[in-house]
C-alpha cells in the first residue's frame, strides 16, 4: 500500500495536477518503484476505465437479478458522519435505483479499530424514506447517457454533489448525536481504503 505521502502523488498524478516526470522527482523511490518503468498516466486511465465499466456492470447485473446495492458513501468508516463521495449518486442517476440512506448507531462499540471480531452490543440502524425517481430523484435526472466513475460523468458533478448532500443529510437525520455530522480528520490519505 503507498503511504500517504505516495497516494498524495498519484492523485495529483492521475488528476493531472503534476505530471509523471514530477511525480517520480518529487515523489521519491517509492513512487519510482511504484509507477515503474513502463508507468504512464494514460495506461493508469486506461486501466481505471476498464474497471469502472466492469463495477458498472456489475451493478447492473445485480439490479437485474432483483439485487440492492449496498453503498458506502463516504467511501470509509468512521464513529462520526463524514462528508460523502459522489459515486451513490452516480450510480443512482445511471441505473434509476432508489436510493435508502441508512443510519447506523454503536457499529464502533461492537468493531472497535479494524477488528472484524465484533464484541457483545447493539447497533440501531434507522432507514429512511426512500429516494426515488418519482419523488426526492426527480430533479438530478440527467438526461444525457453517462457512464459513472469515468471523466465524462465529471460534467455532471455539480449534480451528483448536490444529490450526495442530500442523501448524506437524510442519513445524518438518521443518526444519533454522537455519529452526526461533526469534525473529523480519520480517512484520510491511502489509509482510507484499509
Not at 467511501?75 to 459515486?87: A, D, E, M, P
Not at 437524510?170 to 443518526?175: C, E, S, Y
Request: net charge positive.
Amino acid at each position: 500500500m503507498p503511504s500517504d505521502l505516495e497516494y498524495g502523488f498519484l492523485k495529483r498524478l492521475c488528476d493531472g495536477a503534476i505530471d509523471e516526470q514530477a511525480a517520480r522527482k518529487d515523489g521519491g523511490e517509492g513512487i519510482a518503484a511504484l509507477l515503474g518503468s513502463g508507468f504512464t498516466a494514460a495506461a493508469l486511465e486506461a486501466r481505471f476505465k476498464a474497471m469502472m465499466r466492469r463495477v458498472v456492470a456489475i451493478n447492473r447485473e445485480g439490479l437485474a437479478m432483483g439485487l440492492n446495492l449496498l453503498i458506502f458513501p463516504q467511501g470509509t468508516r468512521s464513529i462520526r458522519l463524514t462528508r460523502g463521495h459522489t459515486g451513490a449518486a452516480q450510480v443512482a442517476l445511471h441505473t434509476g435505483a432508489p436510493v435508502i440512506p441508512i443510519g447506523c448507531n454503536g457499529s464502533d462499540q461492537l468493531y472497535p479499530g479494524n477488528s472484524p471480531w465484533s464484541r457483545s452490543g447493539t447497533v440501531r440502524y434507522r432507514i429512511g424514506e426512500p429516494l426515488t425517481v418519482d419523488n426526492a430523484l426527480r430533479p438530478f435526472a440527467i438526461d444525457q447517457p453517462f457512464t459513472p466513475f469515468t471523466r465524462d460523468a465529471e460534467r455532471h458533478e455539480p449534480t451528483f454533489r448536490k444529490l450526495t448532500d442530500l442523501l448524506m443529510d437524510r442519513i445524518d437525520a438518521l443518526l444519533d448525536p454522537p455519529y452526526r455530522y461533526g469534525d473529523v480528520t480519520e480517512g484520510k490519505g491511502a489509509s482510507r481504503f484499509v
